[in-house]
């Protein structure tokens, strides 16, 4: 019931989230900073999984009577206990990582009550489902706190950037910590968040054909085209200064992206499955020039600390695929 197959693609999200936030916020690394945002994102998807389950009960009563609950195999309102169990704690934590997040959460909460209840009736559901995982890199973002104690300088092709940290960290103080964003805070975080919501849009266009024996042609072409919408918004931010590094990781997640839709055509169910731990590569595609720019910075940043979210990216993906042998991903 609770999709465990797509939890190491959560954690994948927020963790990006986490990265950019210490890049723009803080570049202060701070573990549990890092481990809690995981933690609430994790809940909230379990959390959306079980209320899904629990309101869809009579529906898969007569379509898909072998789960859960219609099955007898667990009462119906322990589903809904469960929801509510995961996000009391998923609001309960973020209240450490400030109020901001705390709003973020109530936010992903409602939007998910919203998805549940409409998305058998309209396709229109598909951006909410997306919303509600573009708020995840938004989570980790805002976990990190503000900070004017960053880093001394930077290294090779990352020096411009330097600027831009030093302009936002610098008007730090006067936003009222995490309440406020300035425009260039927004936009560290609204334009990947942005993609990711492209991609799960497009990939809702697949997941709802999943009980079919071919997805529609139409749904296939808004399906690509919103995905492929994730590897621009992706890639444009360290393109002019890892440019190399930024092609690279972006030619492996088109390549095991085509690979997903072309398994679509052989088996909906199982390449749905595929291009849902894709979702972790999208996050690589931003991950690895991010992980090369930490380890090459000045001050507190190690090559381990910079590795770190490249390589949960690439663990989130097999990992995702391991476990959909022991739960199914949708």
Known sequence: MGRVANLPTIVSNVMLGCGLGIFVRSWEFEIWRLVVPCVVGCLLYLGGCFLNDWWDCKWDAVNKPERALPSGRVARWKALLATVFCWVAAAGLSVLLGWAVFGVVVGVIGVTIGFTVIHHATALSAPLMGLCRGMLYVIGFLGQEWSTSYGTGWVGGASEWMSVVTKVMGLGPELGGDLILKTEAIQGIGIPALGLVAFISGLSMFIRAENLPVVPRGKV??????????????TVSWMKFYPGLSVGALLVFVA?????????????????????????????????????AFSRAHGSFSLFEGAVFPLVSVLAFGLALVLQRVAPAT
């Open 221 to 234: 072409v808004l399906g690509i085209a919103l995905m492929a919408f994730a590897a621009l918004t992706h």
């Open 256 to 292: 095991f992206l085509v690979w997903g839709i072309l398994r679509v055509k052989s088996s909906v169910r199982v390449g749905v499955s595929w291009l849902l731990a894709t979702v972790a590569l999208v996050d690589l595609v931003m991950a690895l020039p991010l992980g090369v």
